[in-house]
């Protein structure tokens, strides 16, 4: 890692898991830190307790432009909305603004691999992990997924390589942040009750190849329509289309072709089911064979790899009926690829906080849903857009959903936990959202 003169003075925005890592941090290095958040100080009550030994000063229950104006920098931590009034106005008025990833980037000197995507990003991220630690020992594994970049800033470890998730919400604040590989691994409609057009959501995501040269690595998607190809050197991966070079399925195999060399993994290796998780997994041996792992390491961790929980997570099987949960799909094209992997009769348990997106695409896999039992914010507005092609029936809770979908169903049927939207109209993350209804299942 290399050292950077830091600000005397921070103003931190929001206190999430990665606003309390940045306090920590920066407490720790001397700077005047100050944290402000439209949440109170009951609400943020367990966040506080873990910077009880930081000193730091906490403007909670809103924010003030002076706070924005009177620091030397501010760190905007990813779930804020730059588009919040004062931040604008704190723009306008000269303030430096700048996010947890472009900050945290300018200490690192390692390597790093970033994976963005609408969906599977995760997915891919962990088991790109799982291969290079299993090839190298040393690597960091985090970003959106859950641990912050600044938190291998602050630890004392030296990784070999650096492995990152990477949200939209974070790319909208790099300015040098630069990936030695970028992997896009999709774009469908997702957050536009955060982004104007889905167009601007696309060119969020673009932005993880902006800094890349040409000696650098970038893993696409066939299927993506892009308008602006990467500087860096491109290699594409097809669950449609053979290719003279990348990664494709063939028949049950999946090849590998990079500069003449090919090798053939069978898809059955892998237990993850789904076209998406075909593509997720080539994606993965792709970016490790461009690395150069061997085939033995990948062909260990794919076999070993079962998914994560959340994820097309199966939970239990009562009198036939299979119930599996799929709270992380927080958008349609998340549920409607989790269908596709299901070759029996789904009823879909669905809803949740509206991120306004259309629903119809889930129209495409109708013939196999009997019923969609629908809760939270969202319902009545999927109800609408979909009422009239699919059965659709309305409950006030989780638990509610799951009884009457399992008094729907009949042995054979698969019971999807799959709500389209995300969690915060009734929960504190998906995380929370999926361990409730495993605990409704588990409980029936």
Do not use: W
């Amino acid at each position: 890692m290399r050292s950077r003169k830091l600000p005397e003075k921070v103003l931190v925005v929001g206190l999430g898991r990665t606003g309390v890592a940045l306090v920590r941090f920066l407490a720790m290095q001397g700077v005047r830190v100050t944290v402000t958040d439209i949440k109170s100080e009951k609400e943020l009550e367990s966040e506080l307790e873990k910077l009880k030994n930081f000193n730091f000063r906490a403007h909670l229950g809103g924010h003030k432009i002076e706070d924005f104006l009177e620091n030397d920098l501010v760190i905007v931590s990813p779930g804020v909305d730059l588009k919040t009034p004062v931040i604008k106005e704190a723009k306008q008025k000269g303030a430096k603004i700048t996010g947890e990833l472009e900050f945290s980037f300018g200490f690192i000197k390692e390597p790093i691999i970033a994976i963005t995507g609408t969906n599977g990003k995760t997915t891919v991220t962990t088991l790109i992990g799982e291969i290079f630690t299993e090839e190298y020992k040393d690597v960091f594994v985090g970003g959106n997924i859950g641990n912050p970049l600044i938190e291998y800033v602050a630890g004392k470890k030296v990784a070999k390589f650096i492995v990152l998730e990477v949200s939209s919400f974070q790319l909208e604040t790099i300015e040098s942040f630069r990936p030695q590989c970028s992997v896009l691994l999709n774009i469908t409609e997702d957050h536009l009750d955060r982004y104007a057009s889905f167009s601007d959501y696309v060119n969020a995501k673009l932005r993880i190849f902006e800094n890349q040269k040409e000696e650098d690595l970038a893993v696409l998607n066939k299927a993506l329509d892009l308008k602006v190809r990467p500087r860096a050197r491109t290699y594409l991966f097809s669950s449609k289309d053979l290719l003279a070079q990348g990664a494709y399925l063939e028949r049950d195999e999946i090849v590998i072709k990079i500069n003449g060399t090919e090798e053939r993994y069978p898809r059955s290796i892998s237990p993850l089911f789904g076209v998406h998780n075909t593509e997720n997994i080539m994606a993965s041996v792709l970016v490790a064979h461009l690395y150069g792992i061997k085939r033995e390491t990948v062909e260990k961790c794919l076999s070993r790899f079962k998914g994560l929980p959340h994820r097309t997570e199966l939970v239990r099987e009562i009198n036939g009926v299979i119930f599996i949960n799929d709270s992380k799909a927080t958008n349609v094209d998340a549920t409607k690829r989790a269908l596709e992997g299901i070759q029996r009769p789904v009823i879909l348990i669905a809803g949740g906080k509206d991120k306004m997106g259309s629903y119809t695409p889930i129209l495409s896999e109708k013939e196999k849903i009997k019923a969609i039992v629908l809760f939270g914010e969202a319902k009545k507005r999927i109800l609408d857009e979909i009422g009239h092609a699919i059965t659709c029936l309305l409950e006030k809770d989780l638990e509610s959903s799951v009884k009457k979908a399992y008094s729907l169903a009949k042995s054979g049927d698969v019971i999807l936990f799959s709500p389209m939207c995300s969690s915060f109209d009734m929960f504190r993350d998906y995380v929370d959202r999926g361990n409730r209804f495993k605990e409704i299942v588990s409980a029936l």
